[in-house]
């Protein structure tokens, strides 16, 4: 028996020939030519003493970082957070987050908990960085590292940061 009569008697067998060969046109495999890697994260850290105009900066170690603010008045007396550098997560070259758990700080109830140190724009002499807050501006404080991964992203800079604010540091 010919193909042409057995598929002209079984019009079914014919419809399901057809279905799997459409089917693997598109599970074929992807030739871009010039594809995308996946940003790889090196667990970049801008290491350095990192200082503004205005006093206030960041001393930073492989392992640690600590945040000061210049002294303002004696209502305001500045602020000064010293953390170990749970983990640093690259978004693209030159940005990122620094996961931060607090070792010591001149606000009370912060010790142990997470914050965000966001970054971008690093080169060896300058950098923004930024404290994560919110829209009232206090210090968002997380008390995990696994609540901490997934609240300082990517997708938040935007509500975490705002980068007009900042004039950056300098070493």
């Known amino acids: 028996m010919s193909l042409f009569r057995f598929f002209a008697r079984k019009p079914f067998a014919l419809v399901v020939l057809f279905c799997l ?16 890697p ?3 994260d090196a667990g970049f850290i801008p290491l350095g003493e990192w200082a503004d105009d205005y006093g206030s ?9 600590e945040y000061y603010t210049a002294y303002y008045s004696e209502e305001y007396p500045g602020e000064n957070i010293k953390g170990a550098i749970s ?4 978004f693209s ?5 620094l996961l931060v758990q607090i070792t010591e700080s001149t606000a009370p109830g912060q ?13 060896a002499s300058h950098i923004l960085l930024a404290n994560a807050i919110d829209k009232s501006y206090a210090l968002i404080l997380m008390n995990t590292l696994t609540e901490a991964k997934n609240t300082f992203t990517v ?3 935007g509500t975490h940061v705002d980068w007009s604010m ?3 540091y300098n070493k």
């Open 111 to 123: 010790e142990g908990k997470f914050i965000g140190v966001y970054y971008k724009d690093y080169t």
């Open 38 to 40: 996946e940003p790889k």
């Open 166 to 168: 900042q004039s950056g």
């Open 87 to 90: 983990e640093a997560i690259d």
């Open 21 to 36: 060969s459409t089917g693997l046109l598109f599970t074929g495999c992807n030739h871009d030519p010039n594809p995308v």
């Open 155 to 157: 997708d938040n800079v």
């Open 57 to 65: 900066g960041y001393n930073i170690t492989a392992s640690s970082l």
């Open 93 to 97: 070259p030159g940005a990122g987050v």
